[in-house]
């Protein structure tokens, strides 16, 4: 069996209109995630806006989503920061509070030797918690491509990887090449990716359709192409969302059209367009419909 199987959501992080993290909110999604039938939580990734978070703040948000847990499912917490020193605090403050893994990036402010990127791993291993290294070439300098995670992956604890460059070529690549699990990283990828062996999905969407998101995922794992493929491509417009670098703006309007609202993104992220938050609003009832329907 996978370290973490299924759909494991990426969470937002609620903020009250005032910007103030809303853990009251915190605790309810998770509860209502958790309810819906998802794998797992992960707090203060990228779409939790964990770069916009004081320190207290961000120990507070993880220490809430494990505690909301409980032991239900797993909660792999972000340890994304400017230096290793502070990736692995991070990773000490998440295995402290009781955390089951770390979702951890290669170093983000510049390009990076490769054994500089080896070493990092190599020291995120050493904390002692099963690690999902975090491929996002879009957003980020360094591309994990198969090769480098071959490497990566001799370290005891590096189990898994979160693909996000959006090539689905990838996912083969690296389980023929390596020892590591794939996990879907970008949402519009996810149906492909569980036909072609993922055994994870690190989804966004699925904040607030968290049941057909595990529905879509299932039926890829276990061939059911026919109608997998009719859910998805009902989902596929908002899924696309995810994929760009105004995901959080637009999963949070997404939020707020499921009655789960979550509040504000924090500056520098601002209020998208009125056009295209119409065009979420009518992809979201497309998807709505569809669900209703079946």
Known sequence: ?????????????????????????????????????????IPVGSLGEYTTLEDEERAQVVETVIEAANGRVPVVVGTGAPSTSKVIKWAEHA?????????????????????????????????????????NPRDYPTDLTPD???????????????????????????????????????????????????????????????????????MGQNGAIEDGLRLYRELLPLFHYDAEPQLVQSIKHMMELGDMDCGPTRPPRLPLSKKHYEKIERDFQRAKNYSILQ
């Open 148 to 218: 480098l995670l071959r490497k990566i992956s001799a370290f005891e604890n590096i189990v898994s990887v979160k693909e996000f460059s959006g090539d689905i070529r990838r996912v083969h690549d690296i389980l023929d090449q390596t020892n590591l699990e794939v996990m879907i990283g970008v949402d519009d990828l996810a149906f492909e990716g569980a036909i072609a062996g993922a055994s994870g999905w690190i989804s966004g969407v699925p904040n607030i359709l968290p049941q057909e998101g595990k529905k879509l995922f299932e």
């Open 95 to 135: 295995k402290a509070s009781g955390a089951a893994g770390l979702m951890a990036l290669p170093p983000i402010n510049y390009n990076p030797l490769e054994e500089e990127v080896i070493q990092h791993f190599k020291e995120l291993s050493n904390v002692g918690l099963p690690v999902i290294a975090y491929n």
């Open 1 to 41: 069996m996978a370290n973490f199987e299924g759909v494991h959501v990426a969470l937002v992080t609620p903020f009250t209109t005032n910007y103030e993290v809303d853990y009251e909110r915190m605790t309810e999604l998770c509860n209502w995630l958790i309810d819906k039938g998802v794998d797992g939580l």
